[in-house]
């Protein structure tokens, strides 16, 4: 059965074009996350995938891992069901706070009344000092074909680049391309994303993405 939302498509899908593909991208996303966090914190990664969170585990007090593919959601459970601080949440209003919260290459599956939605969520579950991380913003003069590039760059330099090639074929032939077409990425300038954070009740400050893109963003916000 095709993939009717995005959330349905990452319960079996991936984007990644090989294994080591996804584990350049996966170790970058990690050595960003381990550098924004403290032992004592209490983590929430929103929409964290199934990328391994063992060393993420050890570096922080507590950590809550949530995603809407509720195949993705169960094989997690499976995978940390005898872990002293690994949680796999299924009900978001059912947590506790936390310190840190992360949303890494989230919202541009989002759309943009969706994401105000969670901003608000984050916002009531955050601790007074705490902060949230939401990386992988896409701005909007970035365009697809400027996206291609900068992977087959990035493939390139990494010796996957023929990887690249043949999996872009299959995405857009496939269900990613029939969903790119019917949802569209969201993407945000900055003066946009700073202003729902503010509405939300952050102050946000602009930070060098944590993933593999550096044509995107990263955005560090803590409450007012």
């Not at 959330?7 to 550098?35: M, R, V």
Request: glycine share 4%; with cysteine.
């Amino acid at each position: 059965m095709n993939a009717k939302s995005w959330s349905q498509f990452w319960e079996t899908n991936t984007t990644y074009a090989c294994g080591k593909h996804e584990k350049i991208d996966q170790d970058q996303i990690l050595k960003g996350q381990l550098s924004f966090v403290r032992q004592d914190d209490v983590v929430l990664d929103f929409g964290c995938g199934e990328s391994p969170k063992d060393q993420l585990a050890e570096a922080v007090s507590e950590l809550f891992l949530f995603g809407d593919a509720e195949e993705i959601t169960k094989r997690l459970s499976y995978r940390y069901k005898d872990s002293q601080n690994i949680n796999v949440i299924h009900d978001l209003q059912a947590t506790s706070s936390f310190s840190t919260i992360f949303v890494c290459s989230v919202i541009q599956y989002l759309s943009k009344e969706e994401f105000f939605d969670k901003l608000k969520y984050f916002r009531s579950k955050m601790v007074p000092d705490g902060k949230l991380v939401i990386s992988d913003i896409i701005p909007k003069n970035v365009s697809s074909l400027k996206e291609v590039f900068t992977l087959l760059s990035i493939a390139a330099k990494n010796n996957f680049l023929i990887d690249v090639i043949l999996n872009l074929v299959r995405m857009i032939m496939g269900e990613y391309g029939s969903l790119r077409k019917n949802h569209n990425l969201t993407k945000y300038d900055e003066d946009e994303i700073f202003a729902l954070l503010q509405e939300a009740g952050f102050s946000p400050e602009l930070h060098p993405n944590i993933g593999l893109n550096k044509d995107r963003y990263c955005v560090v916000s803590s409450i007012k």
